[in-house]
């Protein structure tokens, strides 16, 4: 199976600040990566699949890139709305498994 | 509009047996891969099984032999079996569409990817005596 390990675990930053959060696969998935973003209480959203490809309704300040297997997910000019917690999960093949999780205080 | 709605999570003593039924509306649950996922207090999420629409399964180690995900057409509704409960068992239930797709990797080669694009609710599952 393939591991994702997620990094940081939390992030405190300020609105118009950069967050970067990063994921690294334990082996090559071809760099099919899929993105989630969760709001307390909530269930995730599909947030960019795969990368670097958003989805519709979220605004173009979310970017992903891959250099190998790693992966990075930039929240540029943060704003208030993009507290929550971020997951990364492969998507090469079942068992389909996800990073820890980045929760992204504001 | 694409709508899953979980239900028959709640309070269960350990090694007892729960069944959850996600009702799916504006999709047909056996034309697509649905899957189930769970995440327990505090943590992040765990991927548990997939049920393609040829009717092949798959399961995460943590549940094989305890958990069996099936559906039923005429209702249109993914279920999740879940026995011999233990208490990491514990978590909030969410059943999912999983999208499957075909693309072009780096070097050029065509391989599947897939990703989960539409979430339940979720339903709580607390194992506990």
Same mark, same amino acid.
């Given at each position: 199976?393939?591991?994702?390990?997620?990094?940081?675990?939390?992030?405190?930053?300020s609105?118009?600040?950069?967050?970067?959060?990063?994921?690294?696969?334990?082996?090559?998935?071809?760099?099919?990566?899929?993105?989630?973003?969760?709001?307390?209480?909530?269930?995730?959203?599909?947030?960019?699949?795969?990368?670097?490809?958003l989805q519709?309704?979220?605004?173009?300040?979310?970017?992903?890139?891959?250099?190998?297997?790693?992966?990075?997910?930039?929240?540029?000019?943060?704003?208030?709305?993009?507290?929550?917690?971020?997951?990364?999960?492969?998507?090469?093949?079942?068992?389909?498994?996800?990073?820890?999780?980045?929760?992204?205080?504001? | 509009?694409?709508q899953?709605?979980?239900?028959?999570?709640?309070?269960i003593?350990?090694?007892?047996?729960?069944?959850?039924?996600?009702a799916?509306?504006?999709?047909?649950?056996?034309?697509? *891969?649905?899957?189930? $996922?769970?995440?327990?207090? &505090? !943590?992040?999420?765990?991927? /548990?099984?997939?049920? %393609?629409?040829?009717? +092949?399964?798959?399961?995460?180690?943590?549940?094989?032999?305890?958990?069996?995900?099936?559906?039923?057409?005429?209702?249109?509704?993914?279920?999740?079996?879940?026995n011999?409960?233990?208490?990491?068992?514990?978590?909030?239930? *969410?059943?999912?569409? $999983?999208?499957g797709?075909? &693309? !072009?990797?780096?070097?050029? /080669?065509y391989?599947? %990817?897939?990703?989960? +694009?539409?979430?339940?609710?979720?339903?709580?599952?607390?194992?506990?005596?």
């Open positions: 199976d393939t591991q994702m390990t997620q990094s940081p675990s939390s992030v405190s930053a609105v118009g600040d950069r967050v970067i959060i990063t994921c690294r696969a334990s082996q090559d998935i071809n760099n099919w990566l899929a993105w989630y973003q969760q709001k307390p209480g909530k269930a995730p959203q599909l947030l960019i699949s795969p990368t670097p490809n519709n309704g979220f605004p173009s300040r979310f970017s992903g890139s891959e250099s190998g297997t790693d992966f990075t997910l930039t929240i540029s000019n943060l704003q208030p709305e993009d507290s929550a917690t971020y997951f990364c999960q492969q998507a090469n093949d079942f068992p389909l498994t996800f990073g820890g999780g980045t929760k992204v205080e504001i | 509009e694409v899953l709605v979980e239900s028959g999570g709640g309070l003593q350990p090694g007892g047996s729960l069944r959850l039924s996600c799916a509306s504006g999709f047909i649950v056996s034309s697509t *891969y649905m899957t189930w $996922v769970r995440q327990a207090p &505090g !943590k992040g999420l765990e991927w /548990l099984s997939v049920l %393609f629409g040829g009717g +092949d399964t798959h399961y995460a180690d943590s549940v094989k032999g305890r958990f069996t995900i099936s559906r039923d057409n005429s209702k249109n509704t993914l279920y999740l079996q879940m011999s409960l233990r208490a990491e068992d514990t978590a909030i239930y *969410y059943c999912a569409n $999983v999208i797709k075909a &693309g !072009k990797t780096a070097l050029g /080669l391989s599947s %990817f897939y990703y989960i +694009d539409v979430w339940g609710r979720g339903t709580t599952v607390t194992v506990s005596s």
